[in-house]
């Protein structure tokens, strides 16, 4: 896997990317700001970049911006935004357009190698990766008309560990439950979402577009 990384925080970017060379991902290069990290993608088409939300010259969402063009103008480019802050808002400007290969989490997930390393394994593999903190904002907040409202607590649970990019086998693990019965569960909630006629990874996208979406 070929990795860029953009972040202006010198020690973050060295520290991220040492982390995954020591894991036996290729970084072929970086940058401290968004100029610089859109020019290595055109320049290396690389299967994933990583970019930091906040990067100057405002610190604002310059990050974003970048994010969404990469995406864009290089759909076979994954992208994995990191924020130093919780913000679920940029989550679903991120994901809103093009669902698919596109990852948001927290920057202290960065410490969890397994667990960065997964995340980018199924983003170049075209799903939707997001923070479990993100995910129980937005569950949290108040539905007029909830979309969700007929998923039952175990099919809601799971719906929630998809958000986070866990793969069947990974929710087995988290949940103590046999593959069958994941299967059944996840069966079950595409037929409530009204997501019966697409692929499979296509509707575990959709499914969690749902889920972030709504009201």
Known sequence: MRIVIADDAVLVREGVARLLADAGL?????????????????????DVAIVDIRMPPSHTDEGLVAAREIREHYPDTAVLV???????????????DSPERVGYLLKERVGRLDDLVDALHRLVAGECVIDRQVVQELLGRRRVHDPLAELSP?????????????SNQGICKALWLSPKTIETHIRNLFLKLGLNEAPLDNRRVLAVLTLLKAP
């Open 154 to 166: 175990r099919e809601r649970e799971i719906l929630e560990l998809m958000a986070e990019g866990r």
């Open 26 to 46: 290729e970084i072929i290069g970086q940058a401290a700001e968004a100029t610089a990290l859109l020019r290595l993608v055109r320049e290396h088409r690389p």
């Open 82 to 96: 990191l924020s130093q802050h919780l913000e679920p808002l940029y989550a679903l400007r991120l994901i809103e």
